[in-house]
């Protein structure tokens, strides 16, 4: 009988003390919530059983066995009901569970009548052991089928799952199959079947293995509370030992000889437990983390190395990269990526990851609408997949069950298996509140390589690394912002200074331009027709014909070559006043003009070179609006820049495409300009079109048509956008060619006028 009651009392105390443990560990889910509760029920039951093996009058007993009963009468459901949750099959068996919990309150009434436990009777050697009533079939079948039933959804869940979700699982359905085998066993000798109930040590087994599995295989994640108890108990045990085994050799041995009366033996005792204390608990921590917590990350040490990483980053990508490092090769995540809130536009977007396949890439915006988002910055705490899993069983109504499906939805395709949010907040007079806190960043990691969850202590630790991420996110961005501004303003200077400059230079050759229009104007006007007037009155027809003829062309080339003179003079006159930024308002200018034809003569005005040249448009049709002079110029800094490009290579090429198309509603002029050369790498593609910046070596001299100045690309957005409302762009790869496109309007806009 005694073996009976020390086994049924060690079971109410670890029952008991394990529910109560998990009760005060936070966050309390409603796996932990079910727990606790089973496990207060298994207490309470094997309380009542223990205070009626111990009762010395009929009275105690048969109150204490009925109460042991009704207690018991919740036992199978809220197993069954822990069971689901952890298997997250809730929702399928919600009628299966109100059928249960009604059944366990009518059983739970009926077992303070005899209809349940009619007597307590001596029954083999137990002074008091209940015999059972009319209903108590009905109770016992409550706990096969409600116990049968859990394991055999346990056991298929064994054959699905893989990893520590499977050990979990068998680790409690070996624990209830044990735990439950001794408590049915003790119904044979309730319906008077002469079986001693032996099983009861199979009872204290339960929650032993229990422990085990969540320490080894953290079913609730309460490693530290569990390590902490394990440590207690071993003290607890080692030093009432030590009292005891020492009380008794004095009292028996030592006090014999010095006389030590019963006080001072115990004194004595005391004072060795103590000194044995501190060596003791060394040693239970050691043996503990050695043999249940092995092979658990130095937390500390990746947040150290991290803040090493991390602390003189300067720059976006370098920070992304670090951490991505960390996060993969350090915290031993399959696969990572981060994403960071745009202030400007509101929206999350991936600045980086690692562990993906090019296909399965997470390159997608969140939006703040994003369910997802809205959670995390109301829960402002690292969030599971298993536990959005958990939250979408258990929804009661069809809104919540559509929120936490979008939810999971959105992290199944984040690839991820916990999602770790980042916040920064601002103080105002030395106190912050919620309003304050800026949702800054997340961490998306999908499964660790180890196979395991993610438990509480890992996601301390990255709920701390995305915080240090998050902060130095912030300085990079300012410090970035600062060396913008700087950027921007030496670029400003630099641009004021080259405008001034062109604006300089332009009014400087104006003079000479000015001067060599006048002299063209001569030509024409003046010499031409005085020197035409002489040899008409005095030469003519004094020289046979063929010189005759050759006399008349070259008096003619006199006029010829002053209107070349004055047209390229009026060409170059244009080309500064777009430099001056005076040409504005200069509506003569712009006409339907044949563009074959300023092509041709930009070919022929180019840079000599073996390169071919090719034209694809439609010389009968494409006839675009512009200033013939202006997109002349465009298409010549254009072909003088493949030249110099492609370093006059045998098989360069050069070809431009014309045509009509309809951009945001409008009808344009849309044209291909696109070589064979090296290309133009994609961090230098901005650059090109500053003024003053160039790839080229610098030039010994200020010839205007010599390369280097960084005038080309400048002058032609300014021509194609500023003075005709179009748009111009480069696409470019490296090895690939250059392809310059752009597209005038078949008006010019009214706002450029």
């Known amino acids: ?185 003790l119904f044979l000798l309730i319906f008077n079947i002469p079986f001693p109930p032996y099983g009861s040590a199979l009872i204290c087994l339960y929650p032993i293995i229990m422990s085990y599995s969540i320490v080894k295989h953290r079913l609730m994640d309460i490693e530290v509370i569990i390590k902490k108890t394990l440590v207690f108990a071993g003290l607890f045990g080692v030093l009432i030992s030590v009292i005891t085994a020492i009380t008794v050799l004095a009292q028996s041995y030592i006090g014999q000889y010095l006389g030590m009366g019963a006080i001072s033996i115990r004194v004595l005792s005391v004072i060795i437990a103590m000194l044995l204390y501190d060596p003791a608990r060394k040693y239970l921590v050691e043996i503990t983390d050695h043999y249940l917590f092995q092979k658990k990350f130095d937390y500390a040490k990746i947040l150290k190395d991290a803040s090493k990483d991390i602390a003189l980053v300067t720059s976006f990508n370098e920070l992304t990269r670090k951490m991505l490092v960390v996060l993969i090769h350090k915290a031993r995540t399959s696969n990572a990526a981060i994403y960071f809130r745009d202030q400007e536009n509101d929206h999350f977007e991936l600045k980086g990851c690692s562990g993906f396949r090019k296909v399965n890439r997470p390159d997608f915006k969140l939006m703040l609408d994003n369910p997802l988002i809205g959670y995390i910055a109301k829960q402002q705490v690292p969030i599971t997949k298993a536990q959005i899993e958990e939250e979408l069983n258990s929804a009661k109504d069809a809104v919540n069950r559509e929120r936490f499906s979008d939810i999971l939805g959105t992290i199944q395709k984040m690839k991820a298996e916990v999602i770790v949010p980042s916040f920064l907040s601002s103080s105002k007079g030395g106190q912050r509140n919620r309003d304050s806190i800026t949702f800054q960043g997340i961490l998306a990691l999908g499964k660790k390589k180890s196979d395991e969850d993610y438990f509480e202590q890992d996601l301390d630790m990255l709920a701390t690394l995305a915080q240090e991420h998050a902060m130095t996110f912030e300085i990079v961005r300012l410090f970035e912002t600062m060396v913008n501004e700087r950027e921007a303003k030496l670029k400003a200077q630099e641009e004021a200074r080259m405008v001034s400059y062109s604006k300089s230079l332009a009014h400087e050759t104006r003079n000479a331009i000015v001067g060599l229009r006048w002299k063209s104007d001569f030509f024409v006007m003046k010499v031409y027709p005085f020197v035409k007037n002489i040899y008409d009155q005095f030469v003519k027809d004094k020289f046979p014909p063929q010189v005759e003829e050759n006399n008349i062309k070259l008096i003619e080339k006199i006029k010829d070559e002053g209107c070349n003179v004055r047209s390229k003079a009026d060409e170059l006159f244009i080309v500064l006043r777009t430099a001056e930024g005076t040409l504005s308002g200069s509506e003569d200018m712009f006409e339907v003009f044949n563009f074959t034809m300023i092509w041709d003569n930009a070919t022929e005005n180019a840079k000599p070179s ?108 300014e021509i194609i956008e500023r003075q005709h409302g179009g748009k111009i762009w480069v696409e470019s790869e490296i090895g690939k060619g250059t392809t310059f496109k752009f597209w005038l309007p078949m008006k010019r806009p009214e706002n450029i006028r």
């Open 1 to 185: 009988m005694y073996f009976y009651t020390i086994i049924t009392g060690l079971t109410a105390f670890l029952g008991l003390g394990l529910g109560l443990f998990v009760y005060f560990h936070k966050p309390r889910t409603n796996l932990k919530i079910s727990w606790v509760i089973f496990s207060f029920t298994v207490g309470i039951w094997s309380l009542g059983y223990f205070i009626s093996l111990l009762a010395i009058n009929y009275q105690t007993s048969i109150l204490s066995s009925r109460f042991s009963h009704a207690s018991g009468a919740f036992i199978p459901i809220t197993f069954f009901h822990f069971v689901l949750i952890l298997l997250r099959q809730e929702a399928r068996h919600k009628t299966l569970l109100r059928t249960g919990y009604g059944l366990s309150v009518f059983m739970f009434f009926s077992c303070f009548s005899p209809f349940v436990v009619r007597d307590v009777i001596n029954k083999m050697g137990i002074l008091y052991y209940p015999d059972w009533g009319p209903l108590y079939s009905v109770y016992a079948a409550m706990y096969v089928w409600f116990i049968a039933y859990a394991h055999i959804l346990m056991t298929m869940a064994i054959k699905e799952t893989k990893g520590h979700e499977r050990l979990r699982i068998i680790y409690l359905s070996v624990a209830s199959f044990l735990g439950f085998s001794g408590g049915i066993s």
């Open 610 to 717: 073996r390169i071919k040249i090719w034209r694809d448009t439609d010389k009968e049709t494409f006839f675009p609006f512009g200033s013939p002079v202006l997109i002349k110029r465009v298409l010549v800094n254009l072909i003088n820049n493949a030249v110099d490009a492609m370093n006059d290579k045998e098989d360069g090429e050069v070809k431009i495409k014309g045509r009509f198309e309809e951009i945001d509603g409008k009808q344009v002029a849309y044209f291909e300009f696109k070589d064979n050369g090296p290309g133009i790498s994609a961090e230098i593609q901005d650059k090109i079109w500053q003024q003053g910046f160039s790839t080229k070596p610098k030039p010994k001299s200020s010839d205007i048509e010599s390369s280097g100045h960084g005038h080309g690309l400048w002058v032609c957005r």
